[in-house]
């Protein structure tokens, strides 16, 4: 069970708008940054989005971020075939000793 | 640029203690950064395993953290794993990655090491 709740899955056809969300508590989103991370199969996961909306150098401004008190959401539009990956959320987390929690992933299918 | 690879032995068995390295080049361990352990179970999410600072300050996931030992050697410029009393369920892929301190944005990953847990 994951600290950060995300839907297993989600789809969509090329071209369009999809959502995925990622919920938490006071103690990670609430109260620090929300990062994504993109992994293709059998790669290594890359950082997609950080600091709640900032987009590394290289990565396209269809995807964006997101946060709203203890929820986040990554968006992609103009959704592309090669988009069809594992997405994750990540949040430090300040209970206890302070650590880095992950939600269990959203497969995406583009249809 | 910077890169991180993992290396350590791809079989290890129950009860046994796995150990990785990962080193790192392009960016001195000691200038700054944390540098963390994620594993992936096969199929599966991405889990924290634990993260060090060049001072050897670490932070470890509670669920772990009695069976993890995070070390760093900054003058070979890498930093290592143990995970002690090793079971099937801790067959994975282990990365490691670079991270902001107090931050969940790790910006530079290895590319993987299946640890595979069986006699």
């Known amino acids: 069970q994951s600290v950060l709740t995300q839907p297993p899955s989600a789809s969509g056809t090329p071209g369009q708008r999809v959502t995925i969300s990622c919920s938490g508590s006071?103690?990670?989103?609430?109260?620090?940054?929300v990062n994504w991370y993109q992994q293709l199969p059998g790669t290594a996961p890359k950082l997609l989005i950080y600091?709640?909306?900032q987009r590394p150098s290289g990565v396209p401004d269809r995807f964006s971020g997101s946060k709203s008190g203890t929820s986040a959401s990554l968006a992609i539009s103009g959704l592309q075939s090669e988009d069809e990956a594992d997405y994750y959320c990540?949040?430090?987390?300040?209970?206890?000793?302070?650590?880095?929690?992950f939600g269990g992933g959203t497969k995406l299918t583009v249809l | 640029q910077v890169q991180l690879q993992e290396s350590g032995p791809g079989l290890v068995k129950p009860s046994e203690t796995l150990s990785l390295t990962c080193a790192v080049s392009?960016?001195?361990?000691?200038?700054?950064?944390?540098w963390g352990w994620i594993r992936q179970p096969p199929g599966k999410g991405l889990e924290w395993i634990g993260s060090?600072?060049?001072?050897?300050?670490?932070y470890y996931n509670p669920s772990l953290k009695s069976r993890v030992t995070i070390s760093v050697d900054t003058s070979k410029n890498q930093f290592s794993l143990k995970l002690s009393s090793v079971t099937a369920a801790d067959t994975a892929v282990y990365y490691c990655?670079?991270?902001?301190?107090?931050?969940?944005?790790?910006?530079?990953w290895g590319q993987g090491t299946l640890v595979t847990v069986s006699s």
């Open positions: 990655a670079r991270h902001l301190v107090g931050a969940a944005h790790f910006d530079y």
């Open positions: 392009g960016y001195s361990i000691s200038s700054g950064y944390y």
């Open positions: 060090i600072y060049h001072s050897g300050s670490t």
């Open positions: 006071s103690s990670n989103i609430g109260s620090n940054t």
């Open positions: 600091s709640n909306n």
């Open positions: 990540a949040a430090w987390d300040d209970s206890l000793n302070g650590d880095v929690v």
